[in-house]
């Protein structure tokens, strides 16, 4: 089975405690891809400007599993972002952003991509995401992601959207944002109520959450001792839940379960470097020996 | 085995969205006691006032598995707590504390209470804790919990007491507080440094996580979507855990990981009503009910 990712693709500059990577490949639909990609072809949609590297394009291009004929180049210059973390890391601190040739983004999907099974509608706004939903052709499951910034100003569009997708995927603080509450487990229960099948919050450090009709299940990130850039760990973390499940392609409570720790523990692994600097050394088979670590560390006798 | 604890008995009024309880029966002595209780045999030290309720000594007095012979009655009135939640629930706002008997405290250990194998320190001076530690007799294992005050005024004497424990169990706020850090899994590691051979960082809604020299273990809370009060969750947590490591007998890695799931099922149960409400109404088959559904949540196949 495949999967289908419209998103963006950026350029992006970041400081952490740990360091700073000045003009690094990032984007949501970047770090999804290749997170997804290690376990199911991906199709990925966005737009880049001119200036954008051939190294950050041919890293995508390269990676088998990835499929770029959906990345289009057009005149200009590429969605850039430049952020800041301070201390505990949860919270990026925006210092500047550009849109640039993603401000005009008008996905148009290619026709051998538009039969894809499994579709992720990355971080984008509503009105883009349903343009997206139109030009597919009956898909298996539908799962977007969304943000602050189109909760506070596209709010009836996101609504809107909520009852045309399977699946929301979301942070803590866009889930109390969205249901105006201020508990997370009230907050998943009432996105249930607005539309989708099923919610995944995410929670950064401390795991990530999913409310589904058969209950909520909770799991907690994989530990790591190596944060150095949170940049795309949700990003990430997503393309490990609908990774696994397009390779699963099964969407029953287990599959669902192993999919969230997948997710865990791609997320894990991206935070310990910037960009994609850890993705690029991880193999296949690096993230089961992490998966079986996280499994046994879960497992209670 | 038995386990002693030496803590805080309380009258606590306390306010949260779900509603308010008046002059309950609180301390962190009174939820740690009635939560190991599930377990093992408690032998609970602790002061109150002439006001104390008789209601309140009894619930204590009549629980089997706890021995209220190290409660004592002084002249004066019982350590009162008066506090309010709001939002998320994670912190409270204290209103009013008045220290009355328990200011003056100073623990005598009953005679026949002097050779229990397992000792909890709850919440207190270190000053307090350590003339509990040079009145017992070769403890198998001691924890002590501490907290942002004495973190803050009596940072030496902590620093000494941490080299005389076996374990510290404290909240992740506090964590961060001790090491001067910003970041838990730095925290937990420099707790380590500090002398203890454990460190349990209790994360409220997020679960809790365990440091020692085999790793670092973390766990979700069990997701209620009843909190009601979270006075008195992470006694009932460190309860549970230190319940369970005296029932089991056991220090390996498996018992903690038991442990540590025990005290979360049975803080999620405290959470879920005022005071010791919920737990007068819990039987261990229920709470061995709810640790078997948090058991199938984390297991992954």
Redesign the interface.
């Known amino acids: 089975m495949s999967l289908l990712v419209v998103g963006s693709i950026a350029i992006d500059s970041v400081e952490t ?1 740990s360091g700073q990577a000045q003009e690094a490949l990032g984007g949501s639909a970047s770090y999804f891809s290749y997170a997804a990609s290690y376990f199911c072809p991906v199709r990925l949609v966005g737009v880049v400007g001119q200036d954008f590297p051939d190294e950050y394009l041919r890293l995508l291009q390269n990676r088998e599993n990835i499929d770029t004929a959906g990345v289009k180049v057009e005149p200009g210059k590429t969605f850039r972002w430049r952020g800041k973390y ?4 949860n919270v990026a601190e925006t210092l500047d952003v550009e849109l640039n040739v993603f401000g005009s983004f008008d996905p148009d999907i290619p026709a051998t991509f538009r039969e894809t099974p499994y579709v992720f509608l990355a971080n984008g706004s509503p009105t883009v995401q349903r343009k997206v939903l139109h030009q597919v052709k009956s898909p298996k499951l539908v799962v977007a992601d969304t943000m602050n910034l189109w909760i506070e100003t596209a709010r009836h569009d996101l609504l809107d959207l909520l009852k045309q997708v399977d699946g929301l995927i979301l942070n803590d603080q866009e889930a ?1 944002m969205l249901t105006e509450t ?5 907050a998943g ?1 009432k996105i249930l109520a607005l539309g989708p099948k099923f919610v995944i919050v995410k ?1 950064g ?3 990530a ?1 999913l409310f589904s009709d058969d209950g ?10 190596k ?1 150095v850039d949170p940049t795309g760990a949700g990003d990430s973390f997503a393309g490990g839940v609908m990774g696994y499940l397009t390779y699963a392609d099964k969407l029953d409570g ?1 599959t669902f ?2 999919a969230m ?1 997948y997710g865990s523990v791609v997320a894990s692994i991206n935070v310990e470097g910037f960009s994609l600097a850890r993705f690029k050394e991880t193999t296949r088979h690096d993230i089961d020996t992490r998966f079986s670590k ?2 046994d ?5």
């Open positions: 405690p301070k201390g505990d890391m109390l201020t508990q997370l487990v009230a229960k929670k450090e401390h795991g959450m909520i299940y909770a799991l907690p990130a994989f530990p790591t001792d944060l287990e379960k192993s720790a996280y499994r560390m879960l497992k209670l006798v």
